[in-house]
């Protein structure tokens, strides 16, 4: 039934609200500050106060918009023409938010295999089955570039190259690894907040286990802002540690009217942008350049 999203809406107050909007100003520094490392490795620079703006941005619209990652690509556009290279551009993006993914993705195994929960069984087979897939991809990635296909041997060596000489630089992945650290502490601190304002009594180990495995959940580019995916998961491993899927509901719904209020700055700055375009006026910042196609094909066929 409805009565457990009802609750969750019921139960939000000013002091989660803020609580979720200045941990959110963290973790979003924090996010700006790896895309400005990725952007910079990759020659296509940007300053902080400007990757903040643009990430609170991208927040919002992921955060309404089908997919999850809209924003995202409004992000890496808007970046790149500024930067007059977009295909740069997308790249800083695209290795941005795979970094963070992959930090979230071994915080999540660390965190399943220490702390108890209904997932811990099973994590040897969900290692070794991920490991499997990974392994078919690049054996796949492999063979089709043998074999002549231009796109995908170019590809190849583009992601060689950003990792060889960029990403996996002494200066650089440090910074990448820690700032995704920090935010993913973020985004679960913010969780746990929810839970407990929400009337979860659970244990904080456990709490936080299963709280992982519904920012999982979120990662899937399936949902409008997660939502669905979410609470289906909240509900399913609430459910499986004997705390209720009631109460799972009701905490990822909390947790998400939380985090759209913590995003809420993105809406008025694109609403500040439309005013700005209709007046003429451009973004903060912007320079004039020419039409930066011709420079990203180059990229390309470097």
Known sequence: GAAPFEHGLRA?????????????????????????????????????PGAVCAYYRSLFLNSVLPGGVLGDVH?????????????????????????????????????????????????????AGAA?????????????????RPRLARAARVVSADL?????????????ALTSALVVAGHTVTFIIAARVAGCTAPLGELVALLMVVQTAVVIPLSIGGWGLREGAAAWVFA??????????????????????????????LAGDAVRRRR???????????????????????
């Open 12 to 48: 939000v107050t000013w002091q989660a609200v803020v609580a979720a909007v200045t941990l959110t100003a963290l973790t979003t520094v924090c996010s700006a500050w790896r895309w400005r490392v990725v952007a910079r490795a990759l020659g296509v620079d940007i300053g902080l």
């Open 75 to 127: 992000r890496a556009v808007t970046h790149g023409r500024r930067a007059g290279d977009v295909v740069r551009g997308v790249r800083a993006v695209a290795w941005e938010r795979f970094w963070g993914q992959v930090i979230q993705a071994l915080v999540t195994v660390v965190v399943l295999l220490t702390l108890p929960s209904p997932v811990r069984p099973a994590m040897p087979y969900v290692l």
């Open 132 to 148: 499997g897939v990974a392994g078919c991809a690049v054996l796949v990635v492999r063979r089709a570039a043998r074999r002549g």
């Open 164 to 176: 060889r000489h960029a990403l996996l630089a002494t200066d650089v992945w440090p910074q990448l």
């Open 240 to 269: 499986a540690a004997g705390l209720g899927a009631a109460a799972g509901v009701t905490v990822a719904t909390l947790y998400a009217v939380l985090m759209l209020a913590a995003v809420a700055p993105g809406a008025g700055l």
């Open 280 to 302: 003429g006026q451009g973004f903060p910042g912007e320079s004039r350049r020419p039409d930066p196609a011709p420079r990203a094909l180059e990229v390309v066929r470097d």
